[in-house]
């Protein structure tokens, strides 16, 4: 894929006009002609940075520019034995069609005949999850500064007619300034109306996709809920070893809120983990502005943030753009490319 031509975001005076400048046009990026394509001997691999359900993320440079990026490298045959073609074809859709300070997106996408490759700007404080897993739990202006990226974000992608559906923080990236960058956008999808597939993470399941009933957009405020808790207490408010006695405490709505939270905190969280849909703040008449005018957002500048000028109360430590230090060590795999593709159909979208 051509690398797309991305207009300056910056400044910005106005919120409402800055969603509709950053809208995608999805119709016409979609039929975007690539003009020059890139393969995987374009890149030189360096390390493995991540690891997921369908395969790993590497630090890559590009041999030609010296330039670094992450690369997510998917395995064909596990998409299709686990019938995720859909989603793996609707991640790079919305990758390359996305356009917002917050969000990862897509530089290149190729494939041959054993993976599917996207290569994303590599994002060098690693992960939300690992800072928690180190600081054990954040104090309230990190979550603050945290969730009103996250909040921003969803805004964006909603207004896109997107909705997240994995909210969690090891989909959230620490950039070098100390800002947040949300990555894998596998669920992501453009709904009109309801959508019924039960995916996510079960920690942050919203009840109504437990309970199979169709939803909507409210799900992500859920996990918007469950973020803000998991921030500020270093634990998600549902937690159990069993996935179904996970279920059963969301679907009940009961959990316990950690005596030293802020009276704010405390009260934005219930308004969001709300089982009762017509309660849920973010699915409110007045939408995220519920959440944006709340007295736990007193004192944020919104469009300071989304122009970088609220001061990151954490930065990472980073060496360089190639320092990966803030991520897990993995084992190395090769890749081993087949010397058929038994999936051409299956990928003929791509
Ligand atoms: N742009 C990036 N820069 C740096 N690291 C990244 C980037 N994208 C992903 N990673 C790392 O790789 C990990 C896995 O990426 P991702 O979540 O997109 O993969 P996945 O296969 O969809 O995972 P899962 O099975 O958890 O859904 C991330 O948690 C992160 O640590």
Redesign the pocket.
């Known amino acids: 894929m051509a690398k797309a031509k991305r207009r300056s975001l910056l400044p910005m005076g106005n919120w409402e006009e800055f969603l509709k400048d950053a809208k995608p046009e999805f119709d016409t990026l979609f039929e975007m002609k690539i003009d020059k394509e890139y393969g995987k001997e374009d890149f030189e691999f360096i390390r493995t940075?991540?690891?997921?359900?369908?395969?790993r993320?590497f630090l890559v440079r590009m041999i030609s520019t010296g330039e670094y990026y992450?690369i997510?490298v998917?395995d064909k045959s596990i998409i299709v034995k686990t019938k995720q073609v859909k989603h793996a074809l609707n991640e790079k859709k919305i990758l390359q069609a996305i356009n917002f300070p917050f969000c990862?997106y897509l530089n290149y996408a190729f494939m041959d005949n054993s993976y599917l490759y996207f290569a994303?700007?590599?994002?060098v404080g690693?992960?939300m999850f690992n800072l928690l897993r180190k600081l054990r739990k954040f104090d309230e202006p990190l979550v603050r500064f945290y969730a009103a990226q996250i909040l921003l974000t969803f805004e964006y992608l909603h207004y896109c007619n997107l909705i997240f559906r994995?909210l969690k923080p090891?989909?959230i990236?620490i950039d070098q300034t100390g800002y947040l960058?949300l990555?894998?956008f596998?669920f992501c999808k453009i709904i009109q109306g309801r959508t019924y597939t039960l995916c996510g993470t079960p920690e942050y399941l919203a009840p109504e996709i437990i309970l199979n009933k169709g939803y909507g957009m409210s799900v992500d405020w859920w996990t918007f809920g469950v973020l803000m808790y998991e921030m500020a207490s270093g634990m998600a408010p549902f937690h159990a070893r069993e996935p179904m006695k996970i279920y059963e405490k969301v679907v009940s709505g009961k959990y316990s809120m950690p005596k030293h939270f802020s009276s704010d905190l405390a009260d934005l969280i219930s308004n969001l983990l709300q089982v009762d849909l017509s309660k849920r703040y973010g699915n409110l008449k007045n939408g995220s502005n519920d959440i944006k005018e709340h007295p736990f957002y007193k004192d944020m500048n919104w469009l300071s943030l989304v122009n970088y000028k609220v001061q990151p109360p954490y930065v990472p430590v980073v060496t360089g753009a190639s320092d990966t230090s803030n991520?897990d060590k993995y084992k190395e795999v090769s890749l081993e490319i087949s010397s058929k593709d038994h999936y051409t159909k299956d990928f003929e979208d791509f």
Do not use: M
Request: aromatic content about 12%; glycine content about 18%; overall charge negative.
């Open positions: 940075v991540g690891r997921g359900a369908f395969g993320v992450a997510k998917l990862v994303l700007p590599f994002i690693g992960e994995d090891e989909n990236l960058k990555t894998d596998g991520f």
